[in-house]
């Protein structure tokens, strides 16, 4: 759907029930230019908001892989050390 700058003014109300219902983008045009567009805030949801917590998730997950490895027993050595003095 398409609608003018004026129009969206004017009928604001009218065109966000419209774009509810159908989930259909809206083409705002000014002058005959596009100068904008309209979508649900599930729309904006799926494709914005979901995909950064996709890629912040895979940022965190490509952390923990490439962190360098933890030496082992270092703990436990020096809890025996305190324990039996060694």
Do not use: C, W
Not at 6 to 29: C, F, M, S, V, Y
Not at 38 to 65: C, G, K, T, V
Request: charge should be positive; aromatic fraction near 6%.
């Amino acid at each position: 759907m398409k609608v003018t700058a004026l129009k969206l003014r004017q009928h604001l109300g009218e065109i966000l029930a419209r774009l509810e219902k159908t989930n259909d983008p809206i083409l705002i045009e000014k002058r005959g230019k596009p100068r904008g567009v309209l979508i649900s805030f599930q729309s904006f949801q799926e494709r914005f908001i979901d995909q950064q917590d996709i890629e912040r998730r895979q940022a965190l997950i490509n952390l923990f892989r490439h962190r360098p490895p933890r030496p082992k027993h270092r703990s436990l050595a020096a809890l025996r050390a305190l324990r039996y003095g060694e």
